[in-house]
Every structure is written in structure tokens, then in C-alpha cells.
């Protein structure tokens, strides 16, 4: 069982920058995929970046060129760094490990933009 904690979310104004992390209780190896994704109040969960054991990352275009995911692999850390933040980013962000048949998810960070 891997555990995942989000942290880094808040409140910052339009414009700004912030840095969320994910943090797993357990060694990440073999061939996985961590992912970023947001839900917003009344929308789906959607997908905003992702990255690959073997380093491939994905953006969504809701945050593409405004977000850069990234790991720490000493640390078993992911990070989503997010800058140019809008209102319609506001939304609760999880973090997300798949390997194999194993998909486990965060708790959630509130990110809310707002002047």
C-alpha cells in the first residue's frame, strides 16, 4: 500500500506561482506513472500533468506552458510547479501513482486563486 499527501496548495492571487508536492510513503520503482489532477466544484476530475517512470511528461491544455511536473526520485517526491495562476484553476489537486493494476490517490490540496 503506498500513501500519498499532497501539500502546497493555498490561496494565491491571479498571477502568482505555487508549488504543490506529493509526497509516497514507500519507494517508487518499477514502471509507473504520477500524475497532477484538479476538481473543481460541479466539474469532473481531470487530468493536469503527468510523468512516467521513464521521465515522459504530459500536460493538459488547461495548464499547459503555465505548469512544469517534476520528481524527486530521492525523496519519492512529485511536484507540480504552477505559475500564471487563474480563477479557473481554483480547484482541489490530487495526486495520483499507477503500477500495474495498483492506482492510489491522494487526500487533496486546495488551490484557490482569487484576488
Known amino acids: 500500500q503506498v500513501q500519498l499527501v499532497e501539500s502546497g496548495g493555498g490561496l494565491v492571487q491571479p498571477g502568482g506561482s505555487l508549488r504543490l508536492s506529493c509526497a509516497a510513503s514507500?519507494?517508487?520503482?518499477?514502471?509507473?506513472?504520477m500524475g497532477w489532477y484538479r476538481q473543481a466544484p460541479g466539474k469532473q476530475r481531470e487530468l493536469v500533468a503527468s510523468?512516467?517512470?521513464?521521465?515522459?511528461?504530459n500536460y493538459a491544455d488547461s495548464l499547459k506552458g503555465r505548469s512544469t511536473i517534476s520528481r524527486d526520485n530521492a525523496k519519492n517526491t512529485v511536484y507540480l510547479q504552477m505559475n500564471s495562476l487563474k480563477p479557473e484553476d481554483t480547484a482541489v489537486y490530487y495526486c495520483?501513482?499507477?503500477?500495474?493494476?495498483?492506482?492510489?490517490w491522494g487526500r487533496g490540496t486546495q488551490v484557490t486563486v482569487s484576488s
Open positions: 495520483n501513482y499507477i503500477m500495474g493494476r495498483n492506482n492510489y
Open positions: 510523468i512516467t517512470s521513464g521521465g515522459t511528461t
Open positions: 514507500s519507494i517508487i520503482v518499477g514502471i509507473y506513472v
